[in-house]
């Protein structure tokens, strides 16, 4: 089974600063098939990246993600007040299942 | 626009037993396979189960496989999840969600706004 493992676990910034977040999985995952989730206190998650890179609709261009094999990255790069939030990989495999990272905390 | 509304949680007694449902509305519900996911109090998101768009094909986690089963109606727009034999870590909110895999890529591209299962005695 994969493992998704985010880093870190709080990321601590300000409005206007860039974050980076690191997804890293136990073995190589397809591209494909590795997308990003934001979710904010009380909320369902919702879908910000998919394919590692390619942004969901209605995403602003602040937001992209890079990476391949087991090193995935989402970066944000200004930070907006409505962007702190927890940020969470996931992959889908080959046996029709998904498996999500920890999560990653932005705060202020 | 695309909504998906859980229903059903609610206190139940370790060992005992509850049904979701997740109503769809604004997409054709039949063409898309749909799944379970929870997320513990204070803790990271969980996949529970998934099935395909006709129901045919189901999988579930290894925490609660034999325990829990996925169905959907079709011509209700609406899917389930039969929860049996109940224990305190299943205690969660639970979201429906959409799959798509347009361009090979698979995503949960729709949540809900997720029900909440406590399993307390």
């Known amino acids: 089974e994969i493992v998704l493992s985010q880093s870190p676990g709080t990321l601590s910034l300000s409005p206007g600063e860039r974050a980076t977040l690191s997804c890293r999985a136990s073995?190589?995952?397809?591209?494909?098939?590795l997308a990003w989730y934001q979710q904010k206190p009380g909320q369902s998650p919702r879908l910000l990246i998919y394919?590692?890179?390619s942004r969901a609709t209605g995403i602003p261009d602040r937001f992209s993600g890079s990476g391949s094999g087991t090193d995935f990255t989402l970066t944000i790069s200004r930070l907006e007040p409505e962007d702190f939030a927890v940020y969470s990989c996931q992959q889908y495999t080959r046996s029709s299942t998904w498996t999500f990272g920890q999560g990653t905390k932005v705060e202020i | 626009q695309v909504q998906l509304v859980e229903s059903g949680g609610g206190l139940v007694k370790p060992g005992g037993s509850l049904r979701l449902s997740c109503a769809a509305s604004?997409?054709?519900?039949?063409?898309?396979?749909m799944s379970w996911i929870r997320q513990a109090p204070g803790k990271g998101l969980e996949w529970v189960s998934y099935i395909s768009n006709s129901g045919s094909s189901v999988y579930y986690a290894d925490s609660v496989k034999g325990r829990f089963t996925i169905s959907r109606d079709n011509a209700e727009n609406s899917l389930y999840m039969q929860m049996d034999s109940l224990r305190a870590e299943d205690t969660a909110v639970y979201y429906c969600a959409r799959e798509t895999y347009s361009s090979g890529y698979p995503r949960l591209d729709y949540w809900g706004q997720g029900t909440l299962v406590t399993v307390s005695s």
């Open positions: 604004g997409f054709n519900f039949s063409d898309f396979y």
């Open positions: 394919g590692a890179s």
């Open positions: 073995q190589s995952v397809s591209s494909s098939f």
